[in-house]
């Protein structure tokens, strides 16, 4: 059976809000954000972290400890696996540079959310889509 994030083509579990994002579709979930495919569920996540970047989150430890906090999650153990699953550091400083570092994050915390490995391919069409963070 599928996980509730690629259930709702959204990998990384992305809470309904306000905010309405590219390739967002009404579902079923009333919860959680449904997109109409894989490279726009992982676009909106590399928009969220591209907000987190402008508001000083801009680490690995940082960006886990805010995306999925204590209250609900056990945040170290989702920190320690990005950082091994992504071999991005958790205390190296990202920039909006560092597109390839962010790409890698962001398949490790699908793996997390979704317990499987992520389709590089539509993180990276994920990231092509949006303008927030680049790859050099």
Known sequence: MKSRGLRNINPLNIRKSAEQFQGEIKGKDKSFKTFSSLPYGYR???????????????TVEKIIAHWAPSTENDTESYIA?????????RNKELTARDGSDYILIVAAMSFVENGQN???SAVQAGVNLQTKIHIQ
């Open 44 to 58: 909106a996540g590399f928009v969220i972290l591209g907000t987190y970047l402008s508001q000083g989150l801009n």
């Open 118 to 120: 992520a389709d590089i």
């Open 81 to 89: 696996h990005v950082e091994r699953w992504s071999g991005v550091p």
